[in-house]
């Protein structure tokens, strides 16, 4: 689903290398963190992913599209392929919690009936069937971040990026997401998580794939020892 051939990174403005000759390779289906320091060059590889920047060098392929040979227009329907969860949820303000997952439908041409079909199952899985009145200054940050993976999930990618999912979370609301994220896997979906949080690494048994200063340094399967 992702391959990374000897990509590199290099931010010309400041000389900075971000990423150094990685290669990484994750099957349909797979469940894999990505840890390292900050500066490790962890948001660099989300950016190339949802195409946001080019690689230096190097070859990307996500869903068996080399992403060199997607051009500008291309972009949003490759995307729809591939859902993202960041640590500050970016959800609209002034939308409810219903809205705010129906937008991302309508973003790529659902009407109406298509989001009455979709968002009320997708809200039910994640547990907020309850609050779709709700606007997100009124839900707690593990609320929050539910209704930013509904609409990561809402057009059904194959793939979904998680950059920091918990960051802005305490522990219980923290596990309670990553729990969720597992439960998405297993229904298919290729999982990539973005953390720093170890505890939860360990505790959940993934591949681990460990960036430092812009290079892969370990590749961890699950059952191995981190």
Do not use: C
Request: charged share 25%.
């Amino acid at each position: 689903m992702i391959s990374l051939k000897n990509v590199s990174k290099v931010y010309l403005e400041t000389d900075t290398v971000a990423l150094r000759n990685v290669n990484i390779e994750i099957d349909e289906g797979e469940f894999v963190f990505v840890v390292g320091d900050s500066g490790s060059g962890k948001s660099t590889l989300v950016s190339l992913l949802l195409k946001e920047m080019e690689p230096t060098k190097g070859t990307i392929s996500v869903n068996g599209r080399n992403l060199a040979k997607v051009h500008r227009s291309q972009i949003p329907r490759y995307r729809r392929n591939v859902g993202v969860v960041f640590q500050d949820f970016r959800l609209l303000p002034d939308r409810n919690v219903y809205e705010n997952v129906a937008f991302a439908v309508r973003v790529v041409g659902g009407g109406n009936r298509t989001v009455h079909r979709k968002v009320p199952g997708m809200l039910s899985e994640v547990g907020l069937a309850e609050k779709y009145k709700s606007l997100p200054h009124q839900l707690s940050g593990g609320e929050q971040q539910r209704v930013a993976i509904a609409r990561a999930l809402i057009n059904e990618p194959k793939i979904l990026l998680a950059d920091e999912p918990t960051g802005n979370l305490d522990n219980n609301n923290a596990w309670d997401i990553m729990k969720l994220l597992d439960e998405i896997n297993q229904k298919g979906t290729t999982v990539l998580v973005v953390t720093h949080n170890m505890d939860i690494v360990k505790a959940m048994n993934k591949r681990v794939i460990t960036l430092n200063n812009g290079v892969m340094v370990s590749d961890v399967k699950p059952g191995e020892t981190l």
